[in-house]
């Protein structure tokens, strides 16, 4: 990845991932967050939950540690947030699965 790519990913994927690792990691121990998203090969884990746990260590380099996997995974959490909040669906969202699938993936949409 180029670094003027990487720059914008850094940027972008830090302007949507607005909880912090320890949000995200309290967030990732609750029922709600465990049964939310898509689950595949039957490891009991969705994949929104499994990028969380991936989010919470990508937040926790330090900026210049970053491996080219982990822009492609932040490059991935971009698209998947920007996809996700353009479905919010209507009415209170609070307690939703839409949101909660968002959380997993390290963005709340009420702390916009």
């Given at each position: 990845?180029?670094?003027?790519?990487?720059?914008?990913?850094?940027?972008?994927?830090?302007?949507?991932?607005?909880?912090?690792p320890?949000?995200?990691e309290?967030?990732?121990?609750?029922?709600e967050?465990?049964?939310?998203?898509?689950?595949?090969?039957?490891d009991?884990?969705?994949?929104?939950?499994?990028?969380?746990?991936?989010?919470?260590?990508?937040?926790?380099?330090?900026?210049?540690?970053?491996?080219?996997?982990?822009?492609?995974?932040?490059?991935?959490?971009?698209?998947?947030?920007r996809?996700?909040?353009?479905?919010?669906?209507?009415?209170d969202?609070?307690?939703?699965?839409?949101?909660?699938?968002?959380?997993?993936w390290?963005?709340?949409?009420?702390?916009?």
């Open positions: 990845m180029a670094s003027d790519e990487q720059r914008r990913t850094w940027d972008e994927f830090r302007d949507l991932v607005n909880m912090t320890s949000e995200l309290k967030w990732l121990d609750t029922d967050s465990q049964a939310a998203g898509q689950h595949k090969d039957g009991g884990e969705s994949v929104g939950h499994a990028s969380g746990r991936r989010i919470v260590s990508i937040l926790r380099k330090k900026k210049g540690d970053l491996s080219p996997a982990d822009y492609d995974h932040m490059s991935d959490v971009v698209g998947y947030v996809r996700h909040r353009a479905q919010r669906p209507s009415g969202v609070r307690d939703s699965r839409w949101r909660h699938s968002l959380m997993n390290g963005h709340d949409p009420l702390a916009e």
